[in-house]
């Protein structure tokens, strides 16, 4: 509960900042006609959705659990990671759209005006990113999701400094386009890492940091049991991760005593604490359990 006030807060503070933010470069970006600052522009302007839409998520995940939601509404959160996603990818498309415009009919760039605002907003995205890192970015999807997108903004910030100079040094207007689509690229890069590894949580696929053959061995190793079969792990939101199996258990065990040597085990050297264990005396057909 600590780290989702944590988070909810970052995340309502690099909302307000951001916001202020988009006004001065699209402001900016239209008196300078700079396409560099309009697409950080647009990029702050998504920033605002995500950062919103992860505020939100991160409310409304705190909803119990009902009979229909029987785990709640923990993977709102990774959704809001999903279309945040999604949201820059479009932002990467459109950028490209307008770089190539331009490439066609290179427009007049006032590069002082530019700087400056891309400067200060520089500084801007820097201090959200700062207020995002204190958050729960690493482990929380939904808030790594936000702290990509600011990334991703002081890039543009960083782009647009960077072709002030060049159009300053050479005249050639050309630069405030090439900075764009590099700008886009990159952006491209972090929705892929984004994106496969939020798909890989709502496939419930084994979180990456845990070795599937590891864990499998470890619980067949405890004292009492025979073998195991039907595991699964899966994650229902970042942070939270589940476990299920079936284990045979010697005949001359206690499975309750089994039963808590495998959660033991499990939460000690995993991290695992939410798991479903069905001991068994014989291995059971899987027609039998009703497993598929």
């Known amino acids: 509960m600590t780290h989702q006030v944590d988070n909810r807060r970052a995340l309502g503070w690099a909302l307000l900042i951001t916001s202020v933010f988009f006004v001065?470069?699209?402001?900016?970006?239209?008196?300078?006609?700079?396409?560099?600052?309009?697409?950080?522009?647009?990029?702050?302007?998504?920033?605002?959705g995500a950062l919103g839409l992860s505020y939100f998520a991160i409310w409304f995940a705190r909803r119990p659990a009902t009979r229909e939601k029987t785990y709640g509404y923990y993977r709102v959160e990774i959704l809001a990671a999903l279309i945040n996603g999604v949201v820059l990818a479009l932002v990467a498309i459109f950028i490209f759209i307008e770089a190539y415009k331009r490439l066609l009919s290179p427009q007049e760039v006032n590069t002082g005006l530019m700087m400056g605002v891309a400067v200060a907003g520089l500084?801007?995205?820097?201090?959200?990113?700062?207020?995002?890192?204190?958050?729960?970015?690493?482990?929380?999807?939904?808030?790594?999701?936000?702290?990509?997108?600011?990334?991703?903004?002081?890039?543009?910030?960083?782009?647009?400094?960077?072709?002030?100079?060049?159009?300053?040094?050479?005249?050639?207007?050309?630069?405030?386009?090439?900075?764009?689509?590099?700008?886009?690229?990159?952006?491209?890069?972090?929705?892929?890492?984004?994106?496969?590894?939020?798909?890989?949580?709502?496939?419930?696929?084994?979180?990456?940091?845990?070795?599937?053959?590891?864990?499998?061995q470890t619980i067949g190793d405890i004292s009492g049991v025979q073998s195991i079969h039907d595991l699964h792990i899966w994650t229902v939101t970042s942070g939270f991760v589940c476990l299920s199996c079936h284990v045979v258990k010697d005949k001359r065990e206690d499975p309750q005593e089994i039963l808590l040597r495998i959660n033991r085990v499990l939460k000690e050297g995993f991290g695992i604490e939410h798991t479903t264990v069905q001991v068994e005396t014989e291995d059971l057909s899987a027609e039998e359990l009703n497993t598929h």
């Open 24 to 48: 001065i470069e699209l402001t900016g970006g239209i008196l300078a006609n700079s396409l560099a600052l309009l697409s950080d522009a647009g990029h702050l302007l998504s920033d605002m």
């Open 123 to 216: 500084f801007a995205n820097i201090l959200v990113a700062y207020i995002l890192h204190q958050g729960d970015y690493k482990e929380n999807l939904n808030v790594r999701s936000a702290f990509l997108h600011v990334l991703g903004d002081i890039l543009g910030s960083l782009g647009a400094i960077a072709a002030g100079i060049l159009i300053w040094l050479t005249g050639i207007y050309l630069f405030d386009t090439i900075i764009s689509i590099v700008i886009a690229i990159i952006i491209l890069f972090s929705v892929y890492r984004l994106l496969n590894d939020t798909l890989h949580v709502l496939l419930e696929g084994t979180p990456k940091h845990l070795d599937y053959v590891e864990i499998s």
